[in-house]
C-alpha cells in the first residue's frame, strides 16, 4: 500500500527555536497534504492543507506565519513551527491524498507522526 | 452545519465480534473512511465507503448507509491487538475530513 513517511519522529527543542518538520509520499504523487495536530486523549485537529504549487490554506484559529508550510514538490511538504513555544508542543500528523488510491479510489494516508516536545 | 459521532469506549472479548457506529451530518458528502489509531501512534487506514452497502476486507467489514448518515464498522474474531481508538471521518464537499471523537476499544481475554 501507499506509503507516507515523516522526519523527524522526535524532535526536542528549546523555547524560541524553530523546528522543520517533513511529510513525504514514497510511492505516489500527492497534489495535496495536510497537517494535523493531536494532543493527548484528543481526536485529530486540522491544521492546515497543503497543495503543491501554491499557498497553504489554514484553518480558523491557526497562525500561518507560525506554522509555514512549503510544498514544493509532489512528494514533500513540509511543516516549519517558527518560534516554538511549551505550547507548542503535540504530536503532528501529515497525510497525503492519493487520487488513485487502492481500488482506484482517492484515499489519505498517513504519516508516522512527529513528537514535539518544547521545553 | 456539519457533526459526526461515535461512541467513546467499547470493550469487548477476545474471539467474539464487535460492531462500532459512527453517524454523520452534512450536506456535501465525498465517503466515509475508517482508521485504526494505536495510543502513540498515527492512524492507519481501515476502509473508505463512497456508495451504499458493506465492504468486506479480512475480518473488518465497513457499512455505509448515505440516506441514514450511519456507518459502522464490524470486527470479527476479535484479537487483543485489536485494542485501539477506531476513527470514523466523512469526507465533505471541499475533500476536507471530518474526524469523529474516536472509540477506544477494549478487548477482554
Known amino acids: 500500500g501507499a506509503v507516507v513517511s515523516q522526519h523527524p519522529s522526535w524532535v526536542i527543542c528549546k523555547s524560541g527555536t524553530s523546528v522543520k518538520i517533513e511529510c513525504r509520499s514514497l510511492d505516489f504523487q500527492a497534489t495535496t497534504m495536510f497537517w494535523y495536530r493531536q494532543f493527548p486523549k484528543q481526536s485529530l485537529m486540522l491544521m492546515a492543507t497543503?497543495?503543491?504549487?501554491?499557498?497553504?490554506?489554514?484553518e480558523q484559529g491557526v497562525e500561518k506565519d507560525k506554522f509555514l508550510i512549503n510544498h514544493a514538490s509532489l512528494t514533500l511538504s513540509t511543516l516549519t513551527v517558527t518560534s516554538a513555544h511549551p505550547e507548542d508542543s503535540s504530536f503532528y500528523i501529515c497525510?497525503?491524498?492519493?487520487?488513485?488510491?487502492?481500488?482506484?479510489?482517492?484515499?489519505?494516508?498517513f504519516g508516522p507522526g512527529t513528537r514535539l516536545l518544547v521545553l | 452545519g456539519q457533526n459526526i459521532d461515535q461512541p467513546t469506549e467499547m470493550t469487548a472479548t477476545e474471539g467474539a465480534i464487535v460492531q462500532i457506529n459512527c453517524t454523520y451530518q452534512?450536506?456535501?458528502?465525498?465517503?466515509l473512511f475508517w482508521y485504526q489509531q494505536h495510543a502513540g501512534e498515527a492512524p492507519t487506514f481501515l476502509s473508505y465507503?463512497?456508495l451504499d452497502g458493506l465492504e468486506e476486507k479480512g475480518r473488518f467489514s465497513s457499512f455505509l448507509s448515505r440516506s441514514k448518515g450511519y456507518s459502522y464498522l464490524l470486527l470479527k474474531e476479535l484479537q487483543m491487538k485489536d485494542s485501539a481508538s477506531y476513527l470514523c471521518a466523512f469526507m465533505d464537499s471541499n475533500y476536507q475530513l471530518i474526524w469523529g471523537a474516536g472509540t477506544k476499544l477494549i478487548i477482554k481475554p
Open positions: 497543503s497543495n503543491e504549487g501554491s499557498k497553504a490554506t489554514y
Open positions: 497525510s497525503a491524498r492519493d487520487l488513485a488510491g487502492s481500488a482506484g479510489r482517492e484515499t489519505q494516508y
Open positions: 465507503n463512497v
Open positions: 452534512t450536506s456535501g458528502f465525498n465517503g
